[in-house]
Nanobody, 128 residues
Framework: QVQLVESGGGLVQAGGSLRLSCAASGRTFSSYAMGWFRQAPGKEREFVAAIRWNPSNTAYADSVKGRFTISRDNAKNTVYLQMNSLKPEDTAVYYC?????????????????????WGQGTQVTVSS
């Protein structure tokens, strides 16, 4: 069982930056693929970014590529999402996700069903 706790959300002006953190319980954090999804009001939840246990193996949604960076610190059981050049359309609740990494050599999964564990979410609001 893995528990995920997000932090770092808040209100920021367009063009600003935020860093989300997701602290995971458990001693086998390095064996998990991690990711972030988001859900804006009235919209379906969508993939944002993901990272395999190998931190060089990452994937991003086209809408955030070049602006967001996902990273992990296995010693701290934490995954991060650095968000730069934020836009009002980035406003959403951001969810941290995790799943046992059974295929670390392939591109990280981008579908919700591929992730077993979900955090409660953290609100990110970008004002124009």
């Amino acid at each position: 069982q893995v528990q995920l706790v997000e932090s770092g959300g808040g209100l920021v002006q367009a063009g600003g930056s935020l860093r989300l953190s997701c602290a995971a319980s458990g001693r086998t954090f390095s064996s998990y693929a991690m990711g972030w999804f988001r859900q804006a009001p009235g919209k379906e939840r969508e993939f944002v970014a993901a990272i395999r246990w190998n931190p060089s193996n990452t994937a991003y949604a086209d809408s955030v590529k070049g602006r967001f960076t996902i990273s992990r610190d296995n010693a701290k059981n934490t995954v991060y999402l650095q968000m730069n050049s934020l836009k009002p359309e980035d406003t959403a609740v951001y969810y941290c996700v995790a799943a046992i990494d059974r295929a670390p050599w392939v591109r990280p999964a981008t579908n919700e069903i591929d992730y077993t564990y979900w955090g409660q979410g953290t609100q990110v609001t970008v004002s124009s």
